[in-house]
């Protein structure tokens, strides 16, 4: 069964710091690879996609992820974090049949000014 | 896009009442849809997922029952509520006849059971 982890539960960085989130998924082949935030009380919003393309992919509000197939890795970064960035971020993998997302534990990004 | 509307927003029911949670999806035809529960400080949890009218999958045993009544309208319901059952409930939808594609949430509704 197709898994996903994230590496730490909780991140704190500096207002202007750059931003590392972890994620490691468990596939026999590529799969297709979703960064969410959750911001408080609210619902998930997709950051960026990986579907086989481009091994970089860039999201929005100045976020991006590369995908690493030797590492099965999909890391989400941003350069300078902003206050609004706080909020909670989840990863998650399509299954082979491309209709179920597996789900990471997901990260709460702190940032501190 | 897709945009998913929720309702209510936010629920308080006694332990034993009833619960009916909905879910309408704009934008797409034939979607996938899902309900997800998040309980306080843990991850996602899907509980059902439709793939059509009145096809109906069931993701973990449980107090709780889904229905799909129209082609994008999703119900959750209990007919007896638990403490347990407290949480952010989010419906979830997947653009229809295509696969591999992100799917789109809902706002959620924040469920507490006293």
């Known amino acids: 069964a197709q898994s996903v982890t994230q590496l730490g539960s909780h991140v704190s960085v500096s207002e202007g710091a750059l931003v590392l989130l972890r994620c490691n998924y468990s596939s026999s082949v590529p799969p297709y690879l979703f960064w969410y935030v959750q911001y408080p009380n609210q619902g998930l919003q997709l950051l960026l996609k990986?579907?086989?393309?481009?091994?970089l992919v860039k999201g929005i509000n100045g976020f991006e992820a590369e995908f690493k197939k030797s590492e099965t890795s999909f890391h989400l970064t941003k350069p300078s974090a902003h206050m609004s960035d706080a909020a909670e971020y989840f990863c998650?993998?399509?299954?082979?049949?491309?209709?179920?997302?597996?789900f990471g534990g997901g990260t709460r990004l702190m940032v501190k000014p | 896009s897709q945009t998913i509307h929720q309702w209510p927003a936010t629920l308080v029911q006694p332990v034993g009442s009833p619960l009916s949670l909905e879910c309408t999806v704009e934008g797409t035809s034939n979607p996938n849809l899902y309900w997800y529960r998040q309980a306080a400080g843990r991850g996602l949890q899907l509980l059902f997922y439709s793939v059509g009218i009145g096809q109906i999958s069931s993701e973990v045993p449980q107090n709780l029952s889904a229905s799909r009544p129209q082609d994008r309208q999703f119900i959750l319901s209990s007919k007896k509520l638990l403490l347990s059952d407290s949480g952010f409930y989010l419906c979830a939808s997947q653009k229809g006849g295509s696969m591999y594609n992100e799917q789109f949430f809902g706002p959620g509704t924040r469920l507490t059971v006293l």
């Open positions: 990986y579907t086989s393309a481009a091994t």
């Open positions: 998650a993998a399509l299954n082979n049949a491309g209709n179920m997302l597996t």
